[in-house]
């Protein structure tokens, strides 16, 4: 049983540009949470995705936008990307309620 | 907004040697969760306390919380070299709720 899958697992890009990530959750999960973890500190969380909506937000603008599809795989897209966006980006499936598991994460460098 | 503080920031420890790291909420909670992650790497999770009072076990890793739910402590008895890497303590405050994730903690085994 495949756990939770992240692609790319690493990616450079450039002050302006726009990213797109990607994550597939575990087999029999519905719930796709996607959090951005600065260098050293622990990870904040951005966005849930339940049923292909967005059910809850943290404190990020609206340049930090998302998608699930109806396989409940689910993207994360970044628009004019900032220096301080580069980080590592997680995502955690979970079915409704339950525990969240990591996939191993996206290294985002901005420069 | 809810705090999570998490202690100590960093622990060196001989191998063989128990440890204890606390986790402490401003608000009482739903679901406390312990994870262990890797240097730049995903999340691997470790245990989910729910009940006041709640005490699990994980081979030698230990995770109790407090009766009015709001505290939590990992103990890790006889370190081995692979328990080495950053523990993080994260809480939902409802089902189904994003978690908050303290800043973690540095762990380093000395063999």
């Known amino acids: 049983d495949a756990g939770v899958t992240q692609s790319p697992t690493h990616l450079i890009k450039t002050r302006g540009q726009q990213v797109t990530l990607r994550c597939s959750p575990k087999?029999?999960?519905?719930?796709v949470s996607w959090y951005q973890q600065a260098l050293g500190q622990g990870p904040q969380f951005i966005f849930q995705y339940y049923e292909e909506e967005e059910r809850q937000r943290g404190n990020f603008p609206d340049r930090f936008s998302g998608h699930q599809y109806p396989n409940y795989s689910s993207e994360l897209n970044v628009n004019a990307l900032l220096l301080g966006d580069s980080a590592l980006y997680l995502c955690?499936?979970?079915?409704?309620?339950?525990?969240?598991?990591f996939g191993p994460g996206t290294r985002l460098t901005v420069l | 907004s809810q705090e999570l503080e998490q202690s100590p920031q960093s622990l060196i420890v001989q191998e063989g040697k128990n440890l204890t790291i606390n986790c402490t909420s401003s608000?009482?909670?739903?679901?406390l969760y312990w994870y262990k992650q890797k240097y730049g790497e995903g999340l691997i999770f470790l245990m989910m306390l729910q009940k006041g009072g709640e005490e699990k076990s994980h081979e030698k890793i230990t995770a109790k919380l407090d009766e009015k739910k709001q505290q939590s402590s990992l103990h890790i008895t006889a370190s081995q070299p692979s328990h080495a890497g950053i523990y993080l303590c994260?809480?939902?405050?409802?089902?189904?709720?994003?978690?908050?994730f303290g800043k973690g903690t540095r762990l380093h085994i000395l063999p």
């Open positions: 608000k009482t909670l739903y679901g």
């Open positions: 994260g809480a939902a405050m409802n089902r189904d709720d994003k978690i908050i």
């Open positions: 955690a499936s979970s079915l409704v309620g339950l525990t969240q598991y």
């Open positions: 087999s029999g999960h519905d719930t």
